[in-house]
């Protein structure tokens, strides 16, 4: 007689059940008993059945939430506190079960947000020697020159180092190289390599090379893989930059110092046969900025620096790479900037954001102004009088990679205080008028998830926007804690331009207030506010703010009431907030270690000098 199976409530009518269907009604029976031996799991650590088929819909995400493991005990201990996690009042762990949509399921702690695991920065080398013999102003541009290359490397994701004479003494092949009677620029050539290879595998760039192109450039992405099996150099960029494994950076430099004729090559790779470095034909999205290409690109600033260098020359030098870094940018996102604005009433909310989106797309001061990189000589130059588009939408946009956004992630008390126009909220007011919950996803990702979605989908495709790979890459998430002049010109690779007028000398077009950009608003509310509407909102964000972080209990209820009733929305003002204060502190934690050297100190003009400066090399 047939058997008659039921599988998941299915009636499967099979004369001979095949291996499959056996194989899964084991599986069944295995999952029934192990609920039956160790309890369900509980809500904390199972993955929403949304965001499996999401992970099963994107297979490509290089993460798919943690699959509960049915043998671990379902109360769990709060993961281990990491270094460096915490900044202010926010908090994080990184890790990779990040895209679950509620951090405290995983931290056990309201306030500490899972971030993605911090991404390995590739190191990039370069080598600056100190002569102190040269004028303080001359040593002062240089320094500015060293700034702006770690700024470009550091905002594509790598790790830039200064190196100096005293890493290519701790090299073991220096003592033949001091052997050698080598005419000065063989010998700075011989040491930069000493110095690279003591460090280990990774790029050595001059620092005049910076990386000019799109974050995810297929060059730039291969480079920050740090997965490099041959010595390679570059078509076209002679000694600008290569890359390597450690072990062949010796053997090169040893066949260079065999060389009986050294002294004859002008650089070390002259000295070595042609085939001990691999040639990689891919550079165009470095700009090296050599002497020929100066003399005959940049002719202005050819002539101002002059010989022996000028300070004026260099400083101009810097100016026109920020100008390019700038223009690459710009032309990377041709679309424009989109400010999220959801809501009513965000005038002032989004005030900052504008501002940052004014300073992108306003013209940076140039010797030559017009003037595209030396690697994208069709580039788009930036032009005062036909500014990048700025627009301010009610939801977040992600249709095409040439499009730029800034956000601005309120508390969910900010938010409803603004929209509502309410100066004190308080708990029966939150219950009986509040209606909707999570109404900032709500609207934020209305564009890409329609209406019908749960918040928490919502919060795992807005931390995607945030912090995934191509998220990172095409937007910025202003929180409550702002970013500062100088986060920005990390985040950006260059320094915005902020002050158009500073450099009066400057022969660049200066955007007076009638040609700063224009913003073109496409909200609802697009009538723009009154001075009194916008005096209102003023206060209601202070208020708001001060309630956020105020002591007395009264407000501290009702800030977790609100909290309480919007989850989602204050799980992504936790997760933004802790993903900026992590941006911060790893850079600042880097420039900790690298202080010593020079161009570290970050600031404009001026600080502390680095260790090149003070020991008088
Ligand atoms: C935005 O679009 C890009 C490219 O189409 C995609 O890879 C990315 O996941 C999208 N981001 C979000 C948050 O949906
Ligand atoms: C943008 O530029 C203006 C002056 O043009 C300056 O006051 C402001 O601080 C700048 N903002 C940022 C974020 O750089
Ligand atoms: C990182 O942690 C180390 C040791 O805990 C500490 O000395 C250092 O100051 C921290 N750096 C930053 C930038 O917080």
């Given at each position: 007689?047939?058997v008659?199976?039921?599988?998941?409530?299915?009636?499967?009518?099979?004369r001979m059940?095949?291996?499959?269907?056996?194989?899964?009604?084991?599986?069944v029976?295995?999952?029934?008993?192990?609920?039956?031996?160790?309890?369900?799991?509980t809500?904390?650590d199972?993955?929403?059945v949304q965001q499996?088929s999401d992970a099963?819909?994107?297979?490509?995400?290089?993460s798919?939430?943690?699959?509960?493991?049915?043998?671990?005990?379902?109360?769990?201990?709060?993961?281990?506190?990491?270094a460096?996690s915490?900044?202010?009042?926010?908090?994080?762990y990184?890790?990779?079960?990040?895209?679950?949509?509620?951090?405290?399921?995983?931290?056990?702690?309201?306030?500490?947000?899972?971030?993605?695991p911090?991404?390995k920065?590739?190191?990039?080398?370069?080598?600056?020697e100190?002569?102190?013999?040269?004028?303080?102003?001359?040593?002062?541009?240089?320094?500015?020159?060293?700034?702006?290359?770690?700024?470009a490397w550091?905002?594509k994701?790598?790790k830039?180092?200064?190196?100096?004479?005293?890493?290519?003494?701790?090299?073991?092949?220096?003592?033949?190289?001091?052997?050698?009677?080598?005419k000065?620029?063989?010998?700075?050539?011989?040491?930069?390599?000493?110095?690279?290879?003591?460090?280990g595998?990774?790029?050595?760039?001059?620092y005049?090379?910076?990386p000019?192109?799109?974050?995810?450039?297929?060059?730039?992405s291969?480079?920050?893989?740090?997965?490099?099996p041959?010595?390679?150099?570059f078509?076209?960029?002679?000694?600008?930059?290569?890359?390597?494994?450690?072990?062949?950076?010796?053997?090169?430099?040893?066949v260079?110092?065999?060389?009986?004729?050294?002294?004859?090559?002008?650089?070390l790779t002259?000295?070595?046969?042609?085939d001990?470095?691999?040639?990689?034909?891919?550079?165009?999205?470095?700009?090296?900025?050599?002497?020929?290409?100066?003399?005959?690109?940049?002719k202005?600033?050819?002539?101002?620096?002059g010989?022996?260098?000028s300070?004026?020359?260099?400083t101009?030098?810097q100016?026109?790479?920020?100008?390019h870094?700038?223009?690459?940018?710009q032309?990377?996102?041709?679309?424009?900037?989109?400010?999220?604005?959801?809501?009513?009433?965000?005038?002032?909310?989004?005030?900052?954001?504008?501002?940052?989106?004014r300073n992108?797309?306003?013209?940076?001061?140039?010797?030559?102004?017009?003037?595209c990189p030396?690697?994208?000589?069709?580039?788009?130059?930036?032009?005062p009088?036909h500014h990048?588009?700025?627009?301010?939408?009610?939801?977040?946009?992600n249709?095409?990679?040439?499009?730029?956004?800034?956000?601005?992630v309120?508390?969910?008390?900010?938010?409803?205080?603004?929209?509502?126009?309410?100066?004190?909220l308080?708990?029966?007011?939150?219950r009986?008028?509040?209606k909707?919950?999570?109404?900032?996803?709500a609207?934020?990702?209305?564009?890409?998830?329609?209406?019908?979605?749960?918040?928490a989908?919502?919060?795992?495709?807005?931390?995607?926007?945030?912090?995934?790979?191509y998220?990172?890459?095409?937007?910025?998430?202003?929180?409550?804690?702002?970013?500062?002049h100088?986060?920005?010109?990390?985040?950006?690779?260059?320094?915005?331009?902020?002050?158009h007028?500073?450099?009066?000398?400057?022969?660049?077009?200066?955007?007076?207030?009638?040609?700063?950009?224009?913003v073109?608003?496409?909200?609802?509310?697009?009538?723009k506010p009154?001075?009194?509407?916008?005096?209102?909102?003023?206060?209601?964000?202070?208020?708001?703010?001060?309630?956020i972080?105020?002591?007395?209990?009264?407000?501290?209820?009702?800030?977790?009431?609100?909290?309480?009733?919007?989850?989602?929305?204050?799980?992504?003002?936790?997760?933004?907030?802790a993903?900026?204060?992590?941006?911060?502190v790893?850079?600042?934690?880097?420039?900790?270690?690298?202080?010593?050297?020079?161009?570290?100190?970050?600031?404009?003009?001026?600080?502390?000098?680095?260790?090149?400066?003070?020991r008088?090399?």
């Amino acid at each position: 007689m047939p058997v008659q199976h039921i599988i998941f409530g299915r009636p499967v009518s099979l004369r001979m059940p095949p291996r499959r269907i056996q194989a899964v009604l084991f599986l069944v029976f295995l999952c029934a008993s192990g609920i039956l031996l160790f309890g369900a799991p509980t809500s904390v650590d199972v993955p929403s059945v949304q965001q499996i088929s999401d992970a099963v819909k994107n297979p490509k995400l290089p993460s798919v939430p943690k699959l509960p493991n049915p043998f671990r005990p379902s109360a769990h201990e709060p993961p281990p506190v990491q270094a460096n996690s915490t900044d202010g009042k926010a908090k994080w762990y990184s890790d990779w079960t990040w895209r679950n949509p509620f951090s405290s399921s995983i931290t056990l702690d309201e306030n500490r947000a899972v971030l993605p695991p911090l991404m390995k920065r590739t190191p990039v080398y370069t080598f600056y020697e100190l002569d102190t013999k040269k004028d303080k102003a001359v040593l002062k541009a240089e320094n500015q020159l060293l700034l702006t290359w770690r700024r470009a490397w550091w905002a594509k994701g790598f790790k830039p180092v200064v190196l100096g004479r005293p890493e290519a003494e701790h090299n073991p092949l220096y003592r033949l190289l001091q052997t050698k009677k080598l005419k000065p620029a063989l010998e700075r050539d011989v040491t930069r390599w000493l110095a690279w290879g003591s460090m280990g595998s990774g790029i050595l760039s001059n620092y005049l090379a910076v990386p000019m192109a799109a974050y995810e450039d297929p060059l730039l992405s291969y480079l920050r893989r740090g997965d490099f099996p041959k010595l390679t150099r570059f078509e076209g960029l002679n000694s600008g930059l290569f890359y390597g494994p450690q072990n062949a950076i010796s053997d090169v430099i040893k066949v260079a110092l065999d060389n009986p004729d050294l002294e004859k090559e002008l650089s070390l790779t002259s000295a070595v046969p042609a085939d001990a470095l691999a040639v990689d034909n891919q550079g165009a999205s470095i700009a090296y900025y050599e002497p020929t290409v100066i003399n005959t690109k940049y002719k202005a600033v050819a002539d101002a620096l002059g010989s022996p260098l000028s300070a004026a020359g260099l400083t101009a030098l810097q100016q026109l790479i920020n100008a390019h870094l700038q223009t690459t940018w710009q032309n990377t996102f041709s679309a424009g900037i989109s400010i999220v604005k959801p809501g009513k009433h965000m005038s002032e909310l989004i005030a900052p954001a504008i501002d940052i989106a004014r300073n992108l797309t306003a013209c940076a001061a140039s010797p030559i102004p017009f003037s595209c990189p030396p690697n994208l000589p069709k580039c788009h130059p930036c032009n005062p009088s036909h500014h990048l588009l700025i627009s301010t939408l009610p939801v977040f946009r992600n249709s095409t990679k040439e499009l730029f956004s800034i956000g601005t992630v309120p508390h969910p008390y900010t938010f409803a205080s603004l929209h509502h126009q309410k100066d004190v909220l308080d708990p029966r007011y939150i219950r009986r008028d509040l209606k909707d919950r999570d109404p900032w996803l709500a609207f934020t990702t209305k564009e890409l998830l329609g209406t019908a979605v749960s918040a928490a989908t919502r919060v795992v495709r807005f931390k995607d926007a945030v912090a995934a790979e191509y998220g990172q890459a095409h937007s910025l998430w202003l929180t409550a804690e702002r970013e500062s002049h100088e986060d920005l010109d990390w985040i950006f690779g260059f320094e915005l331009p902020r002050d158009h007028v500073r450099d009066g000398k400057s022969e660049t077009p200066v955007p007076g207030p009638e040609r700063r950009p224009r913003v073109k608003e496409e909200n609802e509310d697009a009538a723009k506010p009154t001075e009194a509407e916008l005096e209102v909102e003023r206060r209601l964000l202070q208020k708001a703010r001060s309630a956020i972080n105020s002591k007395v209990k009264q407000q501290i209820v009702v800030k977790e009431a609100v909290e309480a009733w919007n989850l989602a929305d204050t799980e992504a003002w936790r997760f933004a907030r802790a993903w900026s204060a992590r941006r911060r502190v790893e850079r600042r934690k880097w420039e900790e270690e690298e202080k010593e050297f020079a161009g570290a100190e970050g600031g404009r003009g001026g600080g502390r000098w680095g260790r090149w400066f003070e020991r008088g090399r």
